[in-house]
């Protein structure tokens, strides 16, 4: 089993920023892709940044050159550094990680992971 606790949540004005932590225990050695996903009131969850086990990233194209995706191997952390922040990037933001050998190319179809955190809240004004 893998246990993913998220935190750094919380509310800011469009065009701040925010670092997102994810922090895995229990059996971290199964974590093969690591994701970000976020989930708005009325909306489908979506993928965010995912990160593979050889640090290939994965970007859904609203956040590109604004979003970060990174992982500390030796504190078994997952990091989404997000800047320029606007209004559509609030929602719920999950962590969420995939005990198979899953490729980058899937990287955003949520049923590829089996263990997900509680999610934190992002909210950002105008």
């Known amino acids: 089993q893998v246990q993913l606790v998220e935190s750094g949540g919380g509310s800011v004005q469009a065009g701040g920023s925010l670092r997102l932590s994810c922090v895995a225990s229990?059996?971290?050695?199964?974590?093969?892709?690591v994701a970000w996903f976020r989930q708005a009131p009325g909306k489908e969850r979506e993928g965010v940044a995912a990160?593979?086990?050889?640090?290939?990233?994965r970007y859904t194209e609203s956040v590109k050159g604004r979003f970060t995706i990174s992982k500390d191997k030796g504190t078994d952390t997952l990091y989404l550094q997000m800047n320029s922040l606007k209004p559509e990037d609030t929602a719920m933001y999950y962590c969420?990680?995939?005990?198979?050998?899953?490729?980058?190319?899937?990287?955003?179809?949520?049923?590829?992971?089996?263990?997900w955190g509680q999610g934190t809240q992002v909210t950002v004004s105008s």
């Open positions: 229990g059996h971290t050695y199964r974590m093969y892709l």
């Open positions: 969420a990680a995939s005990s198979s050998r899953t490729s980058l190319l899937y990287g955003f179809q949520t049923f590829r992971y089996n263990y």
């Open positions: 990160i593979d086990s050889d640090d290939g990233t």
